[in-house]
């Protein structure tokens, strides 16, 4: 099993090393047929591969579940991976002089439903995109860059070791600068790539120090062994063997990592890269910032679960953050026009849910609601591909009256947004179930403080009635009422404006109904049992936020409902500034010390080289009268020499 996993991790790194090298092999030519015929090659060296880790990844989950599964038991393993054994396998150990690393691969319940969500999603992207980017020159790159993704992200779910698991880590950072910035030439572009990248290598600097903490007070980077160590918290404890690791150090490794955490899965106070990165084209929105890699910070909570849980300052510092992260994102999302900047404030706001849930104790219900995300958020953002391909428009307020033209799109898309409410019958329905019930537990038995606790579950409840009402806000403005009129320039002589707007073609149209599927039906496969009482006032408080925006709406279609907000509306269009403030607080300071460092430079250091040459310069002028070749000059100098010497020593013999 161990082989079919590393196999599975080969095929699209393999697929993406071909690409680069030989899409446009032999001839290398560009341009017309031959930017067609290389574009034609990569969408098969970049499907057929991903298809080949699909297969592989849904054999793996569905045969390490029978082995090892509880007759009782889901499809999946939404439980805690410690209630399914695992299967590890090592290549080999580096050894390191002092703590070794370990080059291998885990399967458990947790890393192979994650695996089948990341190559399900990857190879729904790969195809979607061969219509998305038809036409575009750089698609052969474009289409490498995925499949290298494609196989970080599970080098990250299947590793069995911290450093292994860091490389798959920085590999899909890389991956997410290259595709978001896909579009170089407009400088837009290229500023939310770097962003993207800058912003999330912050938190991985503490990313990496925390799993150095862990690693040499454990004596391993394994993970198996790190959770073996930390499970001895004091050596007098009855029982206690091994090394055991103090909780100031848990406190002190968690925290770091939770900095990575933050900057890859857009957590507060890292997330502001995530709605600039919507630069990007569509699918790399559904593939990398919404279903698999801002799931990786989760999915690796998820994995160090039990360290969390014993460091109880960090459980709270998570909760706090989650709590913000979830309504502020939420409320951010309900006033944006851009369609695809409502679904990225959406991805910070759920993914908090996520957090919520780990901070109440709750993995399994953290996983579960990763995965319905992981589904119904890749369809949305598909769907909204499709719209923004039929009106040439990201703006809502250009959009209108669309279901009529997008039957298809419509249908699914209105799967997506009841997935995303939390309606039934759709998976987020159950999956938003598990979540709000860890959380209401945390309040009276759960690990949190008190205050945190009731600071997460009324952010959550509120969270609930904002989502409802962004996500019935965005599913109007897009489909139903009028779509505005654009006034045209003047066709030529007999020839009339034609606006044609119709379905994407069948390569963006079946990875949709594909994703709509789970979208609709997956919670069934993974829910143990609905909580009537909580689901009921779940479903109540959607209703609110949702009827709220309607009756807005209904009153004056052609407005936008966010004017419901009244003067708030600004702030939260805004984000409530927060990008303003770190410029303020970190970008201002940050570029007067550079600009100091550069005045000090061009003053001081170059200053003193320069004035250095201008001295020797003013010096040697003293000396040059004496060395310009007139031989007269030199006699007359040398009796004048011999003349004084004569009278001095007359003088003074």
């Known amino acids: 099993m161990i082989t079919l996993a590393a196999l599975a991790v ?8 071909v690409a680069l090298l030989g899409s446009r092999w032999p001839g290398h030519a560009r341009g017309g047929p031959a930017d067609t015929a290389a574009n034609r090659r990569a969408a098969w060296i970049a499907v057929v591969p991903t298809a080949g880790s699909t ?13 090892f599964g509880d007759d009782g038991g889901a499809p999946f393993p939404f439980a805690d991976a410690s209630d399914v054994p695992s299967v590890t396998g090592t290549l080999t150990v580096v050894d390191t002089g002092s703590v070794p690393i370990s080059l291998g ?27 998305y980017l038809r036409g575009d020159r750089r698609y052969p790159s474009y289409s490498a860059f995925i499949s290298l993704f494609t196989a970080a ?84 404890d009855a029982g206690a063997t091994g090394t055991a690791m103090p909780v100031s150090t848990l406190t002190a490794a968690t925290l770091l990592i939770l900095a990575g955490v933050a900057g890859k899965s857009a957590q507060a106070p890292l997330h502001t890269w995530l709605p600039d990165a919507m630069a990007g084209p569509t699918p790399i929105s559904a593939l990398i910032h919404a279903a698999t890699m801002v799931a990786a910070g989760i999915f690796v909570v998820v994995r160090l679960h039990t360290l969390f849980i014993l460091a109880d300052l960090t459980l709270n510092v998570l909760a706090v953050l989650a709590a913000l992260g979830m309504l502020g994102a939420a409320l951010a999302a309900l006033a944006q026009d851009d369609l695809k900047r409502v679904l990225a404030y959406s991805t910070i706001s759920q993914l908090a849910y996520m957090a919520a849930a780990l901070a109440a104790g709750s993995d399994g219900a953290a996983v579960f609601h990763l995965i319905t995300h992981g589904a119904f ?59 709000l019930v860890a959380v209401e537990r945390a309040v009276s038995q759960g690990p ?61 149209r079946r990875p949709i109904l594909v994703l709509a599927v789970p979208a609709l039906l997956l919670g069934f496969a993974g829910a143990a049992g609905v909580h009537w009482g909580t689901a009921a006032l779940s479903v109540a408080v959607t209703l609110l936020g949702a009827g709220a925006v309607y009756a ?52 001081a250091v170059d200053g003193a080289v320069r004035g250095s040459g201008r001295a020797a310069l003013g010096l040697s002028g003293l000396l040059r009268p004496a060395q310009n070749g007139n031989l007269q000059l030199y006699l007359t100098g040398l009796l004048a020499g011999v003349l004084l010497i004569a009278v001095g020593a007359v003088v003074f013999g």
Request: include cysteine; proline fraction near 5%; hydrophobic fraction near 55%.
């Open 448 to 508: 949190l403080s008190d205050a945190a606790a009731l600071l997460l579950y009324g952010s959550a409840l509120a969270t609930v009635a904002v989502t409802g009402a962004y996500a019935t806000r965005a599913w109007l403005r897009t489909f139903f009422g009028e779509r505005p009129a654009v006034a045209l320039p003047e066709p030529a002589p007999g020839t009339a404006h034609v606006i044609d707007v119709h379905e994407a073609p069948a390569t963006m």
């Open 55 to 67: 297969v592989l990844a849904a054999w793996l989950a569905s045969t390490h579940w029978t082995r």
């Open 105 to 131: 691969l885990q399967l458990d319940g947790l890393s192979t439903a994650i695996a089948v969500l990341v190559t399900v999603v990857a190879l729904c992207v790969q195809v979607y995109s061969i219509g």
């Open 552 to 603: 807005v709406w209904r009153s004056d279609p052609q407005s936008d409902p966010a004017r419901m907000l009244g003067p708030f509306r600004g702030a939260c269009e805004r984000a409530f500034s927060v990008d303003s403030a770190y410029r303020a607080l970190f970008v201002g300071p940050f570029l007067a010390l550079a600009g100091l460092v550069v005045r000090t430079d061009d003053r």
């Open 377 to 435: 958020k890749a369809l949305l953002f598909l769907c909204a591909g499709a719209v923004i391909h039929a009106v040439g428009s990201n703006l809502m307020s250009a959009m209108g009256g669309l279901r009529r033209e997008l039957p298809v799109t419509f249908a699914a898309m209105t799967v997506g947004f009841a997935a995303l409410m939390g309606l039934p019958p759709t998976s987020g329905f159950f999956s938003k179930d598990e979540v």
């Open 153 to 236: 992200m599970l080098l990250v779910v299947y590793a069995a070791d911290l450093l292994v698991l860091y490389v798959g880590w920085e590999v899909m950072g890389l991956c997410s600068y290259l595709l978001i910035g896909h579009w170089w030439e407009d400088r837009a572009n290229s500023r939310a790539a770097v962003k993207a990248f800058l912003v999330t290598r912050i938190g991985d600097v503490g990313f990496l120090f925390g799993v150095f903490v862990l690693g040499t007070a454990a004596g391993s980077f394994r993970i198996d062994d790190i959770l073996a160590a930390a499970m001895n918290i004091s050596p007098v």
């Open 10 to 17: 080969a095929l699209p790194f393999l697929s993406a090393a």
